[in-house]
């Protein structure tokens, strides 16, 4: 059964703000989410997390649905080394770390 | 700087022979997760340390084994390759297992089996 469900793939301009949606509608209340991102070849990279409230850092911001069914990632501006797959993930009580299918985002110059 | 290393960065096997992958970390953390990564899939988390506690997922298969020897190395063991193990392995640590503090992934090991 899938925890987390993202579209397979997105395309953004370069410099425009992009909106990366994941949904995880069996969350329980103390699994956080995750977000990292994946380029070719190469191990994930962390980008942000949280448990309840939005979250920024300087990479991208993230914004939790207030029954934390769903969430989004959002970079703000963004650059063509932004294109990678981002992977939505929950920490799920009991030590479980799962992935999803992962959005591939393309940058447009 | 603190990091993830994986060696080797290639590994070729052949079918039914024994293979040792390596992870080691220079970041102190508690925790140490071996994941399996296939071609144009997510990764899929096989097991974790937490120091010397080792937490098995359930639909791992026999085949995969990990050791810990200390804080700093964690070794995953195949015992017998079979071609669907072909995939690249990812190493990853972090401060605990609740979720609280992010991962930091290795580079990954990619084994071919032939």
């Known amino acids: 059964d899938a925890k987390t469900t993202q579209p397979n793939s997105m395309e953004s301009n370069e410099e425009e703000p992009v909106h990366l949606p994941c949904n995880h509608s069996?969350?329980?209340?103390?699994?956080?989410i995750h977000w990292y991102r994946q380029l070719p070849s190469q191990g994930p990279e962390y980008v942000i997390h949280?448990?309840?409230s939005n979250v920024n850092n300087r990479m991208a911001s993230l914004a939790i649905a207030e029954d934390r069914k769903s969430s989004t990632l959002i970079l703000h501006r963004a650059t063509l080394r932004d294109a990678a797959v981002y992977y939505c993930?929950?920490?799920?009580?009991?030590?479980?770390?799962?992935f999803g299918t992962g959005t591939s985002l393309t940058v447009i110059p | 700087d603190a990091m993830v290393i994986q060696n080797p960065r290639y590994q070729v096997t052949q079918f039914g022979k024994p293979v040792t992958l390596s992870c080691s970390q220079t970041l102190n953390h508690n925790v140490m997760y071996w994941y399996q990564q296939k071609s144009s899939q997510a990764p899929k988390l096989l097991f974790h340390?937490?120091?010397?506690?080792?937490?098995n997922e359930a639909d791992t298969p026999d085949n995969f084994q990990s050791r810990r020897p200390n804080t700093s190395f964690c070794f995953l063991d195949i015992r017998s390759p079979g071609l669907g193990d072909a995939a690249m392995y990812l190493c990853?640590?972090?401060?605990?297992?609740?979720?609280?503090?992010?991962?930091?992934f290795g580079p990954g090991t990619r084994l071919t089996v032939t």
């Open positions: 993930t929950l920490q799920v009580t009991g030590n479980q770390f799962y």
């Open positions: 340390y937490y120091d010397k506690d080792f937490n």
């Open positions: 069996t969350i329980s209340g103390t699994d956080y």
């Open positions: 990853a640590t972090s401060r605990d297992n609740r979720g609280r503090y992010e991962q930091y």
């Open positions: 949280g448990l309840t």
